[in-house]
């Protein structure tokens, strides 16, 4: 499966101590994160991540794109509680990437709990349905072979 991971810089600690909790079950996916998220958490337990662009510069839109290119199974969003009065922008970007998971059947988890359920749900094969959704992603080429076109 290719999971993506965001977190709000208030989110940074949790979603790293969600990911060394969860380290086994993880490492049998591809992930990608933003750039310092992805930094951290690659730091903290060993995981070998795909660090993109950081949040600001434009890493939701990269994953925004690859979840609209189908090749985006999960993501782990977990967003700051309370709104920033400055962050209109960000609020936007965080909506569209949103609505972009509904159109395309991404489950999210914006919150520990939900992100539990998740990867415990990965570690069961219970989202391997997305094989289907997600032909073309290294996951599925490693293990199908190429598909036909």
Known sequence: ME???IADDTKK??????????????SKHSICATSTT????????GLKIEKLLSG???GEQQIAS???????????????TTPRPDATGVNLA??????LCDVHNVPVATNIATAEVIVNALERGELDYR??????????????????Y
């Open 56 to 58: 600001t510069q434009g």
């Open 131 to 148: 094989e289907f959704i997600n032909p073309c992603s290294e996951y599925n080429l490693r293990h199908k072979g190429k598909p036909n």
């Open 3 to 5: 999971i993506a991971i």
């Open 38 to 45: 992805g930094a951290y958490i690659s730091e903290a337990t």
């Open 66 to 80: 690859r979840v609209s290119f189908d090749e985006i199974d999960v993501l782990f969003y977990f967003r700051a």
């Open 94 to 99: 965080e909506q569209n990437l949103l609505r």
């Open 13 to 26: 600690e949790l979603i790293t101590q969600f990911c060394i909790a969860y380290c086994g079950t993880l």
